[in-house]
């Protein structure tokens, strides 16, 4: 498991009765989350300081209980990535912390290639993995079907003081966009795919994890240049393993280069506990 600790303003203070308790900068929030299945509260005066809660509806979905006032959104940072958070309707906040250890590896790559990369985000969310690239030198076409949270993206961008890199924003259903860069011989160093469990496209195309993600994968390797950096998919699909999308890769890509697949991880303070938080499988060159 790959552990994202290295956060400064991001921590889970504590977890437990399938809740987690988490300090986003100055911001307290109780979120729900299916891993945590034990009872026991490590630091039970501590739930008292949180600033919201979400809780979830019995008939679906749920809302946030506001115990303590807070702005609508605010700013966490990670080394000098810049991110705008905000309180979601579905108990999101527009970030995923565990996916720093994936930040910090393709900063890594980036970095150290000879050349500048070009990063293909796709399901691009609001940006993160973006930013990092660009961070890092890379030049990023980012892609996502939502316009609100492509404007979003755009938003962490800004606040990182990278608008002026090279950076072109997409909002299209994925598996087309593949489509017409395959059409017109597109190429790019670099792949990032966190594809959702179920969606729907904006013209009402039905996207499921277990039926597209081959498809998804065979697209993309399409788009690869003769020499690629790196491919990386992320998924939070309940009951799927890090080796199938392993699998995947070492059927897709021949063997070459390497491939390692795992979960994805976050600490919880003054504590010996992690939380999983979902799976990676790793192409590189």
């Not at 050349?115 to 993160?128: E, P, W």
Request: hydrophobic content about 40%; charged content about 25%.
């Amino acid at each position: 498991m790959l552990v994202a600790n290295r956060w400064k303003n991001y921590e889970i203070l504590d977890m437990a009765n399938g809740e987690k308790l988490e300090r986003w900068g100055d911001i307290i929030l109780i979120r729900p989350d299916p891993q945590i299945i034990w009872s026991e509260k490590s630091f039970p005066n501590k739930w008292k300081e949180a600033h919201a809660k979400y809780n979830r509806s019995k008939t679906g979905g749920g809302s946030w209980e506001v115990k303590k006032k807070i702005d609508e959104s605010w700013v966490i940072k990670y080394d000098k990535l810049v991110f705008n958070v905000k309180p979601m309707g579905f108990k999101h906040t527009g970030l995923f912390p565990e996916q720093a250890v994936n930040w910090d590896w393709m900063i890594n790559k980036i970095s150290n290639s000879k050349k500048q990369i070009k990063v293909l985000n796709l399901f691009a969310y609001t940006g993160a993995a973006s930013v990092a690239c660009l961070a890092a030198g890379a030049s990023v076409c980012h892609v996502d079907s939502s316009k609100g949270m492509v404007t979003w993206a755009k938003e962490n961008v800004q606040s990182s003081g990278l608008q002026d890199k090279p950076i072109r924003f997409i909002v299209d259903d994925v598996q087309k966009f593949l489509d017409r860069e395959i059409r017109r011989g597109n190429k790019y160093d670099a792949i990032i795919m966190d594809p959702p469990s179920y969606g729907r496209g904006t013209n009402g195309e039905v996207w499921k994890f277990e039926s597209n993600i081959e498809e998804l994968v065979e697209k993309s390797i399409k788009v690869l240049t003769d020499k690629p950096l790196f491919l990386l998919i992320n998924s939070y699909t309940t009951g799927i393993s890090s080796v199938v999308l392993e699998n995947i890769l070492k059927m897709k890509m021949k063997n070459i280069g390497k491939i390692s697949s795992g979960e994805l991880g976050l600490p919880m303070s003054n504590s010996n506990l992690i939380l999983p938080c979902g799976i990676y499988a790793r192409w590189e060159s």
